[in-house]
């Protein structure tokens, strides 16, 4: 449900722009809504309504086109189809990668469980290297901009995806969020990707790489017990390590179990909270950023 | 729960594909290694296919087991999960096969 005037359902996602207060229903081509219409609108104190009903009456003349209608008896026909499933989400994710790849665009998928400190590593990077580096965030949830605004009063531009029953960030709501933020060339784009360590690490968004964020407060066999993340994962950062005297985490057998799972995955300790250890952090943002600019030109 | 998601995008393709015709029954392929249950798949589909060409049809899952290549000694093995090693001892495994989503083909009903 829209969470400022409550209108529309809550299976339906939705895209808040933090620097123009607009906010819009989306529409996905993968998932078809019976009665959708993608209404935007602002939220100035005006009166709106919303009639989003509208009669579907689209064609299908599949006569030559080597769909089934062409091609069927009085039998059931088989029809093979030799599709992936994801093929559209891929599509997309690929056209955004394109994108992002010709303005040197780094674009990074961050992905944990939730409650890791996501938004407060986002914060404190974008105010230690907001000066230098321009940054633009994607932010998903299933309900709320308290996120998006984080980031906003942090001081980079935001838009909030609201994925409303929906887990995982898919790749047509980043491409609709990149149309928002217009992110110049050369900068970085956060994907903050819905809190879930399952779903996410199915659908490409078309990032450059998912960095995989856990705290010391959950279990140091997290790895393990979700390796699909961790497997796609290029980076893990350690978050929370100031609490690591509280907790009964063990670093050394955390990185033994991504590596079990990833060997070649990097592996940073930080605290977003005291500021330990970022400098790694911000190292490693500093190479990804200029193979990112490598990489627009086929170095 | 993802699997609904996916759900969703197996009635997207196939409808879109063999409308205005029925479906009688579609046939995925599933590798074990994709994260996705055949059960929630199932579960979904009925949800998700119910007021579409694919109402009622029945849903065949031919699910593949998960195999990789060993970078270090070159040879092949079965892979049930994702943090296996080769028995060489190399843990740097190439998967093969294991992670197909596809849908395969779908059958129409008798007209």
């Not at chain 1, 808040?16 to 819009?24: I, S, V, Y």
């Not at chain 2, 040879?75 to 294991?98: D, F, N, Q, T």
């Amino acid at each position: 449900m829209c969470g400022t005037c409550g209108c529309s359902d809550d299976a339906n996602a939705m895209i808040t722009n933090l620097q123009t207060g607009e906010h819009a229903h989306l529409e996905s081509e993968v998932r078809p809504s019976p009665a959708g219409v993608s209404g935007s609108h602002r939220h100035d104190g005006h009166d709106h309504s919303h009639d989003h009903a509208h009669d579907h009456d689209h064609g299908h003349d599949h006569g030559l086109d080597g769909s089934a209608a062409g091609r069927t008896g009085a039998h059931g026909a088989t029809v093979e189809l030799e599709r992936a499933i994801l093929q559209k989400n891929n599509e997309l994710a690929e056209r955004n990668r394109s994108w992002l790849r010709g303005r040197e665009i780094l674009a990074l998928n961050l992905v944990s469980s939730p409650g890791s400190g996501k938004t407060t590593l986002l914060e404190r990077t974008i105010r230690d290297l907001g000066g230098c580096v321009p940054f633009s965030v994607i932010e998903g949830d299933q309900q709320t901009a308290n996120d998006a605004e984080r980031i906003k009063s942090a001081g980079a531009p935001s838009v909030q995806i609201n994925t409303g029953a929906g887990c995982h960030l898919e790749a047509d709501m980043v491409m609709r969020g990149l149309r928002e933020l217009k992110p110049a060339p050369g900068a970085v784009v956060m994907i903050e990707n819905v809190g879930n360590l399952v779903c996410p690490a199915l659908f490409d968004l078309g990032e450059a790489g998912k960095v995989v964020i856990l705290s010391v407060t959950e279990g140091d066999d997290k790895p393990s017990k979700y390796p699909h993340m961790f497997s796609a994962a290029e980076l893990m950062i350690l978050n929370k390590i100031d609490l690591l005297p509280h907790v009964d985490f063990d670093v050394d057998k955390c990185i033994a179990h991504a590596r079990e799972t990833n060997p070649g995955i990097s592996v940073v300790q930080v605290s977003a909270r005291t500021g330990e250890g970022l400098a790694d952090w911000y190292d490693w943002l500093a190479t990804r950023r200029s193979q990112t600019s490598e990489a627009a030109f086929g170095i | 729960m993802h699997e609904m998601g996916i759900v969703r995008n197996i009635v997207a393709i196939v409808s879109e594909h063999a409308a205005p015709q029925r479906v009688k029954r579609v046939r995925l392929e599933i590798g074990k290694l994709s994260a996705v249950m055949p059960a929630a798949i199932r579960f979904c589909f009925d949800l998700a296919s119910a007021g579409t060409v694919l109402d009622g049809a029945e849903l065949e899952i031919i699910e593949i087991p998960g195999r990789a290549r060993c970078r270090s000694c070159g040879k092949e093995l079965a892979l049930a999960g994702l943090m296996l090693r080769c028995p060489c001892g190399s843990r740097e495994l190439v998967k093969i096969a294991g992670e197909e989503l596809n849908i395969k083909e779908y059958e129409l009903e008798a007209a």
